[in-house]
């Protein structure tokens, strides 16, 4: 059970939350003009790195505001949250 | 089990003099006995002389108690009275009135009984949580919770003073356990701090997440109140941890260091001083370091005679040493115990020099068994932190950790060969209170009264002994509750394997309820001196969660039954409940299956139902479909997006069904759109989607679409909805409403209007799911039961529920998301080209439908079945061959049926189903395989009632 | 006193298994991950196509991954043709598998029950059931009375929240045990030639001209002809050292035990809709696993939360389970693709192999996939059962989607 600090509401349980993958995914400007294998790629392909992902979460039992984190996932430890539309910061 | 000598009942002849509580009678193995308040099984057993208590997994062999707390290998015991619980350790089940209990073989066993006891849960949150409450403990918790920090003091046993409590050791002038009690009694005075007794930490998660579990009433026996939860699980959120969870003293292997009366030094000196019980007459002491002889020293005051210590060093601490000679104690130096022997249980005692010689046999009816101390670091550990290996302590102590966490006292390695030196452990303590405090944020008080401690005697350095070296390792013990031996270890290292887990897995080392707290060191040890390497380099097996057993009924806490999941239901439940509907589950709603009248079974109640709304008038509780209010100058534009048809071009006062994909093009949901006005729509989803279909409008329009003015707000709740159903609707409905004009000019399909049904304010819907002239009157569910009663109240209309729903939207061929689509199902496959917009440059799944598998023209379409045999009801699941004869598998399907009733409508059976290029196939002949029978039925439109849609205007 | 516990004792192991190898320069086909999928394929590129020169790199102790933390079930009913073509082929080969490889794996068939508590669970697995009998597979549809007797201890009343309606029963399937399983390979392959090396992780694949030639570990370079992944949990950073992304995500998934109990529970019985999976091992200790954590995480431990939910879910099911104990729980990194389904076949890079995504549920495919997969790497081809599941169904849109058929497949 992490500790989320939600960037509206402050630190909550994670079972607070739901869980959105990888953030910084933009649907594509103009679908029709990919191709097959670019579309599978939007549809199926994300990263996965060990080490500082950043994703998506939605504080959905809370302000239900989706918000972007920068987490370690060979530890867990939450880097840093901020908006969806601000860039990734930079982080350790 | 075996008994040294016949004790009168209720006796007790091992308990000291001068022990005093109350008389509490227990019955173990089938027989009676007598203990004393504040007795565990274990002290208790011991007190009437029980040596064996259970019997060991795979050899047999019989086995006492070992330990006096939860790292105990041996003495696991079933609970029968007051209520049976499989497999605890008698040294940490808290003697009550009236128990039953019986030594265990290795296998518990579960009642067959619902357990009556209730569990429950609760979030707690603080500056500083402390883990034991033995010296470091309270010092650390004392200085946080005096300079103000809110502080959860948690500890396993029932009282505080951890291993305070199994010495003579004086703080203040005065026994050190009356130290605890008070000081302990001062801090749960304060208002920011909680004690916790009976309340083992077990996990420790990320982010300083820890649960503890509190056993509430299990001490009380029978007499436990049944309102209060049995246990609790703590969820604890703390800011910082310490961790003063202390050591488990390891024992040796040897030849016989199984057998009932080889006991831990350090238990042996719990059972005299706390418990006042004698473990036994007659000991010989074996260690490896100092700390056995405080314990030979009590017990020798209690009673015991010492006959000898063996001490495998040349040199132990000067002090005791002298201290043994005053007491006139034999001490041999360099010497080992070769084996412990004796039929059922020790009876004697064979040393010999470390380096082999002549062998002395003692007479003895204990042996005593220290080969030092290993800090407990499994919460450490668990948290993440590493471990690292202590030369001096001969066992790994806590290292780095990227948590709020850190260890005090012995359980850090603080007092070092496992003399623990009383006042260092305080000290640190103290220090980690102070730690904590700073890095909470706390100010931090600048002395520490710490109590006053007697002067101990320097220690000597300890030596790391794991094994007594012998020819035949098949009773040296390694691993008592597993069985396993020095020989098994040496067979798994000789089988190739080199790490300590494939060690462990092979033998079984460490695996058993005692999860090895004694013997996982050991068995690195031992491993170690097989492979010629230092147990630095081999390091232990993981620590996992939990640290002692928990219930899996703890653990459940209330969650179970009726509270397992919500139970959601409408406004009108009441009525339906007392019309007799049959319910069904539909995600957490309760919904009116059918409305059975007396004589009726399913089938024919369905079809009378069917009937009534084909033919006359029907109604159904429609309010569980989730409706989202969706505003703002965009929603049309939003709306457009998610779903495949167009929604921006539908009028103020119309609806217009929608379907909405995943972006891989397959159907996910689908319902009506109302426009309420050029800013405003009600959309509808299906009852079990309609919380996923709120978060994916909300998903797309806070990461995708963020300047697309519009929010949404789920009004599921906020409505009730009777869906008016038949030919006759429009007559009762007028007669409802009698200022709502509902002739089809006025009120045409597809529309919606606000009117007084009723005398309810409510918004009429034109809609039909049945092919029949239908409307959906939807009211404040404050008024929903209202509603229905004033439609039911001439008793012409027949209520119906989701089966008869279901039966007519099939007839007229309309899907049900999750029924006749699974995930894989497009709109077209679904036969609805139609609601495919061609004109929208993009919505959310269209360019899916251009990718290679998506546009092939064998994919499954929904299409309609005939039964040749109109009586035959295929069964919802049923497969699709194209022969007559079934050959040898495997054989291709074709697909299967989604649904399939008998109608009213049609006179006859009939299915919805799937199948492989399925309306390039109507008119053909297909076989269902059921049973052993191969039912033939002919592919037909999915449309199999009133396709013109005559009916719909009544 | 000689009370002795049914069960208490577990088959020897042999005195000889595997001797550590040290790497040798370059190897005919190196192997990364020394899990069940990577020791099975070695044993079967051995046996079957007599290629020896092999090495399993393990970049810890052999089959410490998720090898060692399933809960071990095995059976083959899927939904899906192409799913029941690889598991009912794993399922034949487990059936004779103890004698192939000399080897006592507690290989039992006690049957596996798959629960369903709503009308539509039961529509679903009829059609499995029904899917499964036209592929030659044992399935039988259960009433909750049928379920009863095959598993005395379900509660089958309606006062459950979502009470068992039914369900598909597969006689065949069951549990083996898991280390057994793995050490049977790696002796076997061990015996004939194949090299085990533990501690030694690989670092690097070396890729010259879109040609795989060789990997760089922590013990140093290693040349090789042909790479086969077997990384579970870690492919995707694996497959990431020659470029190529797989569509996987990496999650926590938990398992636990009880203590010893008597025998309560003669099959292994499955929900997914309350959530819970059960049997009763050998020794005595009630085997669970519960769902996987959502985020993203290759911590090989779960969060708690989830294991509280899965032990309400188990009472719910099986009230008697009350006063039992969990022991240990654990966790092990699967690997999740969006199909939930795997992906075994060739890579964009030559000569680099792929087996990945079994996620939840790839113990019970070990000696399938090994077959199959060692196949594909001696031939450059992929066999005909693991064809379907190429990375090329993410571009075509021929999913394999179990999704339908159980969020968790195990
Ligand atoms: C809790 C749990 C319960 C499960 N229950 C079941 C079940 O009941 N039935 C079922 O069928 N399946 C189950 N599974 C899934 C099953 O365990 C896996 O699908 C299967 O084990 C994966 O194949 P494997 O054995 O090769 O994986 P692993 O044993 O994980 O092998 C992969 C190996 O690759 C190694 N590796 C990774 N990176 C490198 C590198 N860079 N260099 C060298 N080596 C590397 C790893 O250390 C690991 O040993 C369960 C999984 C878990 C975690
Ligand atoms: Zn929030």
């Given at each position: ?8 509401c ?11 993958g ?6 594509p ?6 191709s097959?294998e670019?579309?599978a790629r939007?549809?199926?392909?994300r ?8 994703e ?7 302000c239900r505001?989706?918000?972007n984190?920068?987490?370690?996932t ?14 990734r910061?930079?982080?350790? | ?18 022990a005093?509580?109350?008389?509490l ?5 089938g027989?009676d006995?007598e203990g004393?308040?504040?007795d ?12 064996a208590?259970a ?14 707390g939860?790292?105990e ?5 079933q609970?029968?009275e007051?209520f ?9 089940v808290e003697?009550?009135?009236g ?8 296998q ?18 603080c500056?500083?949580?402390v883990?034991?409450?033995?010296p470091a ?7 946080a919770?005096r ?22 050791e004086?703080?203040?002038?005065g026994p050190g ?5 008070r000081e302990?009694a ?8 909680r004690v916790?007794r009976?309340?083992?930490v ?7 997440y820890v ?5 509430r009433?299990n ?6 109140p ?9 969820r ?14 390891r ?21 005299a ?5 004698l ?11 100092d700390?056995?002889y ?39 130096t360099?010497h ?7 039929e ?6 064979e040393v ?10 003692i007479?003895a ?20 932190g590493?471990?690292?290996?202590d030369e001096e ?17 012995f ?18 303590g103290?220090?980690?209170?102070r730690r904590?405090l700073?890095?909470?944020?706390f100010?931090?008080p ?14 000597a ?8 070296e ?12 597993r069985d ?13 394997l ?6 462990k897995?092979?033998?079984t080392?460490?695996t058993?309820?005692d999860q090895?707290k004694?013997s ?5 040890g ?5 492979l ?6 081999l ?16 653990l ?8 397992h ?10 009525w ?8 069904e ?14 004589g009726?079974?399913?089938e ?6 069917c ?8 109604a159904?509780d ?19 997006r ?7 071009t ?22 009506t759109?109302?426009r309420l006005?050029?800013?405003r729509?009600?959309?509808t ?11 994916w409008?909300?998903e797309?329009?806070?990461?995708e ?5 519009v ?12 869906a008016?159903?038949?030919p ?9 409403a009698?200022?709502?004009a ?10 919606w209007r606000?009117?007084?049904?009723a ?12 092919g ?9 569910s404050?008024?929903?039961?209202a509603?229905?009663?004033a ?8 209520p119906y529920g989701t089966?008869?729903?279901h039966?007519?939207?099939?007839e ?5 998301v999750?029924?006749?689509?699974d ?21 959310v ?21 005939l039964p ?5 009801l295929?069964?919802?699941?049923a ?9 040898e ?13 008998r109608s009213?409508?049609l ?8 199948v ?9 002949r297909l076989?269902?395989?059921v ?13 199999l009632y009133?396709?013109?849609g ?5 | 006193?000689t009370?002795?516990?049914?069960g208490?004792?577990?088959p ?8 550590p190898?040290?790497?040798k320069?370059?190897?005919d ?8 999928h990577?020791?099975a394929t070695a044993?079967?590129?051995a ?20 090898m060692?933390r ?6 083959s009913?899927?939904l ?5 073509g690889?598991?009912?082929h794993?399922?034949?080969?487990w059936e ?18 798959n629960?369903?508590?709503?009308l539509?669970?039961?529509r679903?697995s ?6 499964n009998?036209l ?21 089958i009343?309606?006062?459950?929240r ?9 006689p ?11 050490w ?7 015996d004939l030639?194949?090299d ?5 992780e690989?670092t690097?694949?070396d890729?010259?001209?879109g040609?795989v030639?060789?990997v760089q570990t922590?013990?140093?370079p ?7 992944l077997?990384?579970a ?21 938990q ?10 529970h003669p ?9 819970v ?6 020794k005595g200790?009630l085997v669970m696993?519960?769902?996987i954590?959502?985020a993203?995480?290759?911590?090989q431990?779960?969060?708690f ?7 309400s879910a188990a009472?719910?099911l099986f ?8 022991l240990r ?15 075994v ?9 792929v087996?990945?995504?079994w ?7 070990t000696?399938g ?7 594909t ?10 064809a ?16 339908g ?6």
């Amino acid at each position: 059970m992490l500790l989320i600090p939600c960037p509206w509401c402050g630190p909550r349980d994670e079972a607070e939350f739901h869980y959105g993958g990888q953030a910084h995914v933009a649907y594509p400007e103009n679908p029709a003009a990919l191709s097959d294998e670019e579309w599978a790629r939007y549809l199926f392909f994300r990263d996965n790195p060990k080490g500082l992902f950043a994703e998506r979460w939605s504080h959905t039992a809370g302000c239900r505001r989706w918000f972007n984190a920068v987490r370690d996932t060979a530890t867990n430890e939450i880097h840093a949250v901020y908006r969806v539309g601000e860039p990734r910061p930079v982080t350790a | 089990m075996s008994e040294r000598s016949e004790p009168m009942s209720g006796a007790q002849p091992y308990r000291r003099e001068g022990a005093t509580g109350k008389t509490l009678r227990f019955r173990f193995d089938g027989r009676d006995y007598e203990g004393l308040e504040g007795d565990t099984l274990a002290s208790a057993l011991l007190a009437n002389g029980v040596r064996a208590v259970a019997s060991s997994i795979k050899l047999g062999r019989p086995r006492g108690v070992y330990a006096a707390g939860c790292e105990e290998p041996n003495a696991l015991v079933q609970i029968e009275e007051p209520f049976p619980e499989p497999m605890l350790t008698a040294t940490t089940v808290e003697l009550c009135d009236g128990l039953v209990a019986t030594g265990l073989p290795g296998q518990g066993r579960l009642a067959d009984r619902p357990d009556p006891a209730r569990y429950d849960a609760v979030h707690a949150h603080c500056d500083v949580l402390v883990v034991g409450a033995g010296p470091a403990g309270i010092a650390a918790a004392s200085v946080a919770a005096r300079a103000g920090a809110r502080v959860i003091l948690a500890d396993e046993r029932p009282e505080p003073g951890g291993s305070l409590l199994g010495t003579t050791e004086t703080l203040d002038g005065g026994p050190g356990r009356d130290w605890a009690a008070r000081e302990v009694a001062a801090l749960a005075a304060l208002p920011d701090v909680r004690v916790l007794r009976r309340t083992t930490v077990v996990g420790h998660y990320d982010d300083n997440y820890v649960i503890a579990v509190e056993r509430r009433t299990n001490h009380l026996g029978a007499a436990a109140p049944a309102d209060v939860a049995r246990e609790r699980v703590w969820r604890i959120r703390a800011r910082r941890v310490v961790l003063a969870t202390g050591g488990h003293e390891r024992f040796v292997a040897f030849a016989g260091n199984d057998l009932p009366g080889v006991m831990l030094a350090g238990a042996a000196r719990t059972y005299a001083n706390h418990y006042r019980v004698l473990p036994g007459s007659r000991a010989v002491v074996f260690t490896t370091n100092d700390s056995a002889y405080a314990a030979a020293l009590d017990l020798a005051d209690a009673g015991v005679e010492i006959a000898a210590i063996a001490d495998v060093r040349q040199a132990p601490g000067e002090a005791w040493a002298a201290r043994c000679a005053g007491r006139g104690i034999e001490l041999l130096t360099g010497h080992v115990v070769t084996a412990a022997r004796g039929e059922g249980e020790v009876s004697s005692v064979e040393v010999s020099r470390r380096e082999g010689g002549e062998a002395r046999e003692i007479a003895a009816d204990l042996l005593l068994v220290s080969g030092g101390w290993t800090p407990v670091v499994h919460l450490f550990s668990q948290a993440g932190g590493t471990l690292r290996y202590d030369e001096e302590l001969g066992a790994f102590t806590p290292g780095e950790t990227r948590q709020a966490v850190e260890a005090a006292g012995f359980a850090r390695g603080v007092g070092g060969t496992g003399a623990r030196t009383l006042r260092a452990c305080l000290e640190d303590g103290a220090e980690a209170g102070r730690r904590a405090l700073a890095a909470a944020g706390f100010a931090v008080p600048a002395g520490i009264a710490l109590p006053s401690a007697g002067e101990e005697p320097a220690a000597a350095p300890a030596e790391h002994l794991w094994l007594v070296e012998s020819d035949d390792y098949d009773a040296h013990f390694v691993d008592l509750q597993r069985d396993v031996t020095v020989a098994e270890v040496l067979r798994a290292t000789g089988a190739g394997l080199t790490s300590v887990e494939h060690v462990k897995r092979y033998t079984t080392a460490g695996t058993a309820h005692d999860q090895g707290k004694t013997s996982g060191l050991l068995t690195s040890g031992v491993v170690a001196h097989a492979l010629g390497v230092d147990v630095s380099e081999l390091g232990t097996t993981t620590f996992r969660a939990p640290y002692t057993p928990v219930s899996f009924a703890a653990l459940a806490g209330r969650d179970r039954g009726h509270l397992h999941d919500p139970v959601r239901v409408t406004a009108m439940h009441e009525w339906h409940v007392a019309r007799g509907a049959l319910f069904e589950n539909v995600g957490q709603w309760k919904r009116p299956w059918y409305y059975p009248r007396a004589g009726e079974d399913m089938e024919s109640a369905v079809l009378r139902e069917c009937r009534a709304a084909r033919e006359d008038v029907a109604a159904m509780d429609a309010s569980t479909l989730g409706k989202i209010d969706v505003v703002g100058p965009d929603a049309a534009v939003l709306l457009d997006r998610l779903y495949t048809n167009m929604m921006s071009t539908l009028k103020v006062g119309s609806i217009r069904y929608g379907v909405m994909c995943r972006p891989d093009g397959m159907v996910f949901d689908d319902g009506t759109v109302i426009r309420l006005a050029d800013d405003r729509f009600l959309v509808t989803t299906t009852t079990g989607n309609a919380a996923a279909v709120l978060d994916w409008m909300e998903e797309w329009l806070q990461t995708e679409w963020p300047d697309l003015r519009v929010h949404c707000t789920s009004v599921t709740e906020q409505w009730a909805t009777v869906a008016l159903v038949g030919p006759r609707s429009r007559e009762v409905l007028a007669r409802l409403a009698p200022g709502l004009a509902v002739d089809n000019d006025s009120f045409p399909f597809m529309t919606w209007r606000d009117a007084e049904v009723a005398g309810i304010e409510a918004r009429v819907c034109r809609i039909s799911f049945s092919g029949e002239l239908a409307y959906e009157i939807n009211v404040s569910s404050w008024f929903g039961l209202a509603l229905w009663e004033a439609v039911m109240a001439s008793g012409e209309v027949t209520p119906y529920g989701t089966e008869t729903m279901h039966v007519l939207r099939a007839e007229k061929g309309f899907p049900i998301v999750g029924q006749d689509t699974d995930g894989t199902v497009t709109p077209q496959d679904l036969g609805m080209e139609w609601i495919v917009s061609k004109k929208k440059a993009d919505f959310v799944g269209k360019r899916s439908f251009a990718r290679a598998d998506t546009s092939r023209p064998d994919r499954k379409h929904l299409v309609g079945l005939l039964p040749e045999d109109p009586g035959v009801l295929l069964p919802e699941g049923a497969h699709l061959v194209e022969t007559s004869a079934l050959p040898e598998p495997p054989v291709p399907t074709l697909g299967f049926v989604t649904s399939s009733y008998r109608s009213a409508a049609l006179g006859r059976t009939f299915a919805l189903a799937l199948v492989s290029g399925g309306r390039e196939r109507i008119g053909e002949r297909l076989y269902a395989p059921v049973g052993a029978d191969l039912v033939p039925v002919t592919v037909t439109s999915h449309v199999l009632y009133d396709p013109e849609g005559a009916r719909r205007d009544g | 006193m000689t009370l002795r516990t049914p069960g208490a004792d577990l088959p020897d192991h042999p005195d000889r298994l595997w001797r550590p190898a040290e790497p040798k320069r370059a190897y005919d086909v190196v192997i990364v991950g020394g899990g069940g999928h990577g020791l099975a394929t070695a044993y079967y590129l051995a046996k079957n196509h007599g290629i020896t020169n092999v090495a399993v790199l393990e970049r810890g102790w052999l089959a410490g991954g998720n090898m060692a933390r399933n809960t071990t079930i095995i059976r083959s009913n899927y939904l899906w043709d192409e799913s029941v073509g690889i598991y009912e082929h794993a399922l034949k080969l487990w059936e004779g598998l103890e004698e192939d490889l000399g080897y006592p794996l507690l290989f039992s068939q006690r049957g596996v029950l798959n629960l369903a508590h709503s009308l539509q669970d039961v529509r679903d697995s009829v059609r499995r059931v029904n899917a499964n009998r036209l592929n030659g597979v044992d399935a039988e549809w259960l009433t909750p009375e049928q379920v009863k007797e095959v598993c005395p201890i379900v509660d089958i009343s309606p006062h459950v929240r979502y009470p068992v309606l039914g369900g598909t029963y597969q006689p065949r399937a069951g549990i083996a045990k898991h280390d057994y399983v793995a050490w049977g390979f790696a002796k076997a392959a061990a015996d004939l030639g194949v090299d085990m090396i533990e501690h030694c992780e690989v670092t690097g694949l070396d890729v010259r001209d879109g040609r795989v030639t060789g990997v760089q570990t922590t013990r140093g370079p290693i040349a090789a002809k042909k790479v086969a992944l077997a990384a579970a949990g870690h492919s995707s950073v694996v497959a990431g050292y020659a470029g190529v992304s797989l569509p996987l995500q990496s999650h926590p998934l938990q398992a636990l035990v009880s203590e010893l109990l008597e025998p309560v529970h003669p099959t292994v019985v499955m929900s997914n809709a309350v959530h819970v999976y059960v049997s009763q091992a050998h020794k005595g200790e009630l085997v669970m696993g519960a769902g996987i954590d959502a985020a993203n995480s290759y911590r090989q431990r779960g969060a708690f939360h989830i294991i509280e939910r899965q032990m309400s879910a188990a009472l719910e099911l099986f009230p008697v389970f009350a006063r039992a104990h969990v022991l240990r729980t654990w966790g092990g990194v699967v690997d999740v693709t969006p199909d939930a389904s795997p992906i075994v076949g060739l890579t964009p890079v030559e000569d680099l192999y792929v087996n990945c995504g079994w996620g939840t549920g790839g113990f019970k495919a070990t000696p399938g996939v090994g077959w199959c997969y060692a196949h594909t790497v001696a031939t450059g081809e992929p066999h005909p059962l693991n064809a379907p599941f190429s990375l090329d169904r993410f571009t075509t849109g021929k999913l394999v989607d179990e999704h339908g058929a159980a969020a968790v497949a195990h």
